[in-house]
Nanobody
Framework: EMQVLMSGGGSAQAGGSLRVSCIAS?????????MGWYRQPPGNECEKVAT???????DYADSVKGRFTISQDNAKNTVYLQMNSLKPEDTAVYYC????????????????????WGQGTQVTVFS
């Protein structure tokens, strides 16, 4: 069975660092052209954090550019989201997602963009 399992996150003070792991089970990340990282701040819509492609190129949202980094460990079938210089506005539930859906199926929400999602992990940043 294909699953995406997430771990990490937690709480940190502003300026600190946290890491979230996205672990593939029943597939490998290289099976797909790209994967996505998203977050949903409390009371807000889901927003895209980054897209990580099979060639390991990454497209980051302006809000996290220069602070967040994605890396892949093929031996562990894991992709990491390293978050540095955290800000209180980074507080959100973070998700990773794989198996992109065709663009014609997108209806304007994050959840339309991929078929398989991790369970989400909370990141809280204190000022």
């Amino acid at each position: 069975e294909m699953q995406v399992l997430m771990s990490g996150g937690g709480s940190a003070q502003a300026g600190g660092s946290l890491r979230v792991s996205c672990i593939a089970s029943g597939f490998t990340f290289d099976d797909y052209d790209n994967m996505g990282w998203y977050r949903q701040p409390p009371g807000n819509e889901c927003e895209k954090v980054a897209t990580f492609s099979r060639d390991e190129s990454t497209d980051y949202a302006d809000s996290v550019k220069g602070r967040f980094t994605i890396s892949q460990d093929n031996a562990k079938n894991t992709v990491y989201l390293q978050m540095n210089s955290l800000k209180p506005e980074d507080t959100a539930v973070y998700y990773c997602a794989v198996n992109p859906r065709p663009k014609q199926w997108h209806r304007g929400e994050c959840w339309d963009e991929y078929n398989t999602w991790g369970q989400g992990t909370q990141v809280t940043v204190f000022s």
